[in-house]
């Protein structure tokens, strides 16, 4: 059986950056949106969750087979942080729903989006938005990471997410409930946010090239 560190790619004296970079990219092109298996994408999750538990190779890896076939699976801890429902904007187009739709995720729930369009995942205690939508295999709109422009740009349909200070954000935007999911965390007990609203008039004029753009992705930053 392979260990963690195998599975990701890196070597056991790899660095907490080294291994995060290599989960990161291992991670999006595992997940089924985007080429990849349900049974690799939960492979590549499982092997980062361990070696952040203080995966040991020379004590975790020690037993006989036997003894790893006979090994109860451990029970699923509760879940931790805060539940974020998303929805794509691009998908509110192509069905015709506004923003202000008071039944926009009961409709969305409704229709057979595409687990990247529409779904569920969990935010730690103060993590930004987008950081959690990474971690959980999604391949959210971002540059810059640190609220310099309207890349990441989210709408809140529900829930409380506030930002830090420094962020190119106007007021106007804020008081219609956009956020950049770079720079706020959910606070509230649950969130229901739209992404990818980076086009809306107006935040458009905020947006870094594209170039700019392609370049983070692809670097990982």
């Not at 080294?18 to 991670?27: D, G, K």
């Not at 349909?157 to 190119?168: A, C, K, T, V």
Request: charged share 25%; glycine share 8%; net charge negative.
């Amino acid at each position: 059986m392979d260990s963690p560190f195998e599975v990701l790619g890196v070597s056991p004296d790899a660095d907490e950056d080294t291994i995060e970079q290599a989960y990161r990219e291992q991670v999006f092109e595992a997940h089924p949106d985007h080429g990849g298996s349900a049974a690799a994408f939960q492979r590549i999750r499982r092997a980062y969750e361990r070696i952040q538990a203080g995966y040991d190779p020379d004590t975790d890896d020690a037993g006989s087979p036997a003894e790893a076939e006979n090994t109860p699976e451990p029970a699923e801890p509760d879940p931790v942080g805060v539940p974020v429902q998303y929805l794509d904007y691009r998908a509110l187009a192509d069905h015709g729903w506004e923003l202000t739709d008071a039944d926009l995720f009961e409709k969305a729930a409704d229709t057979d989006l595409e687990v990247g369009d529409y779904g569920e995942f969990r935010a730690e205690p103060g993590q930004p938005l987008l950081k959690a939508a990474e971690e959980a295999g999604h391949a959210w709109p971002f540059a810059c990471r640190g609220g310099a422009c309207t890349n990441c740009a989210v709408a809140i349909i529900d829930g409380e997410m506030p930002m830090h200070s420094s962020h190119i954000l106007p007021q106007e935007w804020i008081d219609r409930g956009v956020r950049l999911s770079c720079v706020s965390a959910p606070v509230s007990d649950g969130m229901k946010v739209v992404f990818n609203v980076k086009h809306l008039p107006g935040l458009e004029e905020l947006l870094l090239p594209a170039s700019r753009f392609d370049k983070a992705r692809s670097s990982g930053d």
